[in-house]
């Protein structure tokens, strides 16, 4: 079995609201687990930056329905890559809301892998969204301990 980690970027429908996240992230949440799918998914700005991990086939399967979902347009992949460690392991589905409670620290993080101050996945590398994920879980991971 090969286990990958498939970040990508879109944009998001103009009308969607915070419930709407809500309802998405139960949904996720749920249909991941069953597929042993782990992820985080940051939005901000009209935009969606999100890491899947998980089983190839079933990794593939989600992001082609997810870049078909009317909610997201602009789908773009910026890395995908064979894992032998889960980054998200602990969560099925994890949102950020970037745009709630923006932080020096949040800010910092952005400047630090964007070299933006503004949350703009799509003109990020693969490289950059990936480690700007990570901080994100490691910033969100010392919220809940």
Not at 81 to 103: L, P, Y
Request: hydrophobic share 40%; with cysteine.
């Amino acid at each position: 079995m090969h286990t990958i980690r498939l970040i990508y970027t879109s944009d998001a429908r103009e009308d969607l609201r915070y419930r709407d996240f809500i309802t998405i992230m139960d949904t996720a949440a749920e249909t991941n687990r069953e597929r042993a799918i782990t992820g985080i998914l940051c939005y901000g700005g009209g935009q969606f930056l999100q890491a899947l991990e998980g089983e190839r086939l079933a990794v593939n399967a989600l992001y082609h329905h997810i870049a078909t979902d009317p909610r997201h347009s602009n789908c773009q992949v910026l890395s995908v890559e064979e894992i032998s460690t889960r980054d998200f392991a602990e969560w099925s589905m994890k949102i950020v809301d970037w745009n709630d409670a923006v932080t020096a620290a949040r800010q910092t993080v952005l400047l630090k892998h964007s070299g933006s101050r503004h949350f703009d996945p799509a003109n990020m590398s693969g490289q950059q969204a990936s480690a700007f994920l990570r901080e994100v879980a490691a910033m969100e991971r010392l919220l809940t301990d």
